[in-house]
């Protein structure tokens, strides 16, 4: 697995957004690439103990730029391979994810080559998680809709006669709905049986206390862009007196069109 993950990161790109000079964007920006790294996953419906393991995200990104607002529409499909410390058991993960933000120029620090968006985003999740040992309940759907904040900072310098930029960006679920089994509830329960038992759950910033950064540094190569960075993703949730957490911490690298 680890071979693998890194074959694919030497070889593919990862996201990270071009720009020729602040202010001065493209129409349209595409973004295709990987995101490599070490994921730790708790989920109390399948088992009590934290496995951890490698991840690999494929990211897909378009960003439409329209005068004092920016468009994000944005790709992200995960696969992890995880562990217990024991190594006696495996779970194995997969999630994909849609957002479409929307951003506005913000003015709010008169330095120069520094740009500020802040805007919101809604965020759709579609996933499982599937442990190889459990005989009962041996898998846990992942479905779930969220709206929050966003904000992205870009920073534009030159060194050895070329345009480099930096970027951030972080983003926060504050509301939201999901799908979750309550505890001790099986599958064969909801949908065979018919038995609900709050198994849709609104959430909250409290319930889903969740964030997500990435910081980037963007190279030019001709009239594209080569970035690379860091992705660090922590989403967790606590609902029907069930835990689940996935931490992730990944290198990012990738290429702008």
């Not at 994000?72 to 495996?90: G, I, K, Y």
Request: one cysteine or more.
């Amino acid at each position: 697995m680890k071979k693998i993950l890194l074959f694919i990161l030497l070889i593919a790109c990862s996201r990270c957004f071009a720009q020729s000079e602040v202010g001065e964007r493209a129409e349209l920006n595409h973004t295709i690439g990987v995101a490599v790294g070490a994921t730790n996953i708790l989920d109390t419906y399948l088992s009590p103990e934290e496995y951890t393991g490698e991840e690999l995200r494929l990211l897909f990104d378009i960003r439409s730029p329209r005068g004092e607002w920016s468009h994000l529409f944005h790709n992200e499909l995960s696969l992890s391979s995880v562990q217990n410390r024991a190594e006696t058991a495996t779970e194995l993960a997969g999630m994909y994810r849609f957002r479409y933000a929307l951003e506005h120029d913000l003015n709010l620090l008169n330095v120069e080559n520094l740009s500020i968006r802040a805007g919101g985003h809604a965020t759709a999740n579609l996933g499982f998680l599937y442990n190889m040992r459990n005989g009962n309940n041996p898998a846990q759907g992942k479905l779930g809709v969220n709206v929050g904040p966003i904000v992205h900072a870009d920073y534009v310098f030159r060194l050895f006669q070329k345009r480099f930029s930096a970027h951030y960006e972080a983003l926060t679920p504050l509301l939201g709905l999901m799908f979750s089994p309550n505890y001790g509830q099986s599958y064969y329960e909801i949908f065979s049986r018919g038995n609900y038992d709050s198994n849709c759950v609104p959430t909250t910033i409290f319930s889903t206390p969740s964030f997500r950064q990435q910081l980037t540094l963007e190279v030019p190569i001709g009239k594209k862009a080569l970035c690379i960075g860091y992705l660090g993703d922590y989403d967790q949730y606590k609902v029907n007196n069930l835990k689940y957490h996935n931490y992730t911490h990944a290198i990012m690298i990738g290429l702008t069109y």
